[in-house]
């Protein structure tokens, strides 16, 4: 099954894939899973976003493991984690909104007009500075509210589904609807139900269906569950544009080469230059993220010159052949 955003590319040149080296995205084993893998996790209330890796880490004995966006102890829901080498494709869920249900108290009752009303206010861009127990500075910034939603309203308590930008403080945010209606809101409970592409009803998996996947695995051979409950990490790219490469490019851009146009088979439609692409192998492979010099039509008419930058490397050196010509040492060449 081909990855979402690797269907309806512009396809520039042709090239057939060594099935020797790299894997295909959707045949990886656990192993490599557990180096380029995709955990959504429902995160429970009580632990930190980094006690939760941690405890990840441990439980798939890995060395290496990171989430998508903090949430603070008692905030249950969606939080994405990135396995291994994985981690470093997790800051484009950052690009992406976020959704939250928030239940909250207002400290006086409101009639439903009032409410609608402060909804409406809020919608589109507002200020925020982030409380004072926050782990970034506090300054005034602009975050965008995209869709605000009452489900729920029973005398003082409101509930509340948000969508908005990320790095948007929801505590915050029920606090200045109780401050515009005159008499103050406090926030009760919080879940994320979105990060990016990722709802709510996409199948979340908890630290105890991890484990016991684990488990089965490690003691039982039986690696079916775990499969399920890792994902590829091309998965957390599917709403950035693509470039796919030859063979013979991956290792060069592995080794720090920038993406040059006779390396490119396919791109997305409408490339704008500065966009931020996911350059993945035939396979469906991510091998690095860049960022687009060239217009997309431009690199159609191009037969030569840099037309992304490397902007995250993914994917291990080696993992294909080097291909770039070397020049000759001058003392390991005979003399005649």
């Not at 429902?42 to 290496?64: M, N, Y």
């Not at 291994?84 to 439903?112: I, M, Q």
């Not at 308590?157 to 948000?162: F, Q």
Request: proline share 5%.
């Amino acid at each position: 099954m081909k990855l979402k955003q690797l269907e309806n590319l512009i396809t520039i040149d042709q090239d057939i894939t060594d099935d020797n080296y790299g894997t295909y995205y959707n045949k990886r084993s656990v192993e490599q899973l557990l180096n380029y893998g995709l955990i959504l996790l429902d995160k429970p209330p009580g632990p930190t976003s980094h006690q939760v890796v941690a405890w990840a880490k441990r439980i798939l004995e890995i060395p290496k493991a990171g989430h998508s966006g903090t949430l603070d102890p008692q905030v249950t829901g969606v939080l994405p984690l990135g396995l291994g080498d994985g981690t470093k494709a997790l800051g484009v869920l950052l690009l992406g909104p976020k959704e939250y249900c928030a239940l909250g108290r207002l400290h006086s009752l409101p009639s439903k007009e009032q409410l609608d009303s402060i909804l409406k206010q809020f919608c589109g861009d507002i200020y925020q500075r982030p409380p004072q127990r926050s782990a970034v500075s506090r300054q005034t910034r602009i975050r965008r509210i995209f869709e605000l939603e009452l489900l729920e309203q029973k005398e003082r308590l409101i509930l509340i589904r948000i969508l908005c930008e990320a790095g948007t403080y929801i505590r915050k945010l029920i606090y200045d609807f109780g401050e515009v209606l005159g008499y103050g809101g406090t926030m009760i409970e919080l879940r994320r139900t979105r990060v990016s592409q990722f709802h709510e009803d996409y199948p979340l998996v908890t630290m105890h269906q991890l484990a016991i996947a684990f488990t089965d695995w490690k003691e039982k051979k039986d690696d079916s569950t775990l499969l399920k409950l890792i994902h590829p990490i091309e998965h957390a790219l599917s709403e950035i544009k693509s470039v796919v490469i030859r063979d013979s490019a991956v290792d060069a851009l592995c080794h720090g080469a920038q993406l040059a146009v006779p390396g490119i088979l396919q791109i997305s439609e409408n490339l704008q230059k500065d966009e931020i692409v996911g350059i993945y192998t035939q396979k469906g492979e991510i091998v690095a993220l860049g960022q687009s010099i060239m217009l997309g039509e431009d690199i159609q008419d191009a037969t030569k010159g840099y037309a992304f930058e490397t902007k995250r490397l993914i994917m291990k050196p080696n993992t294909y052949p080097k291909s770039w010509r070397t020049k000759p040492n001058k003392d390991n060449v005979e003399k005649k």
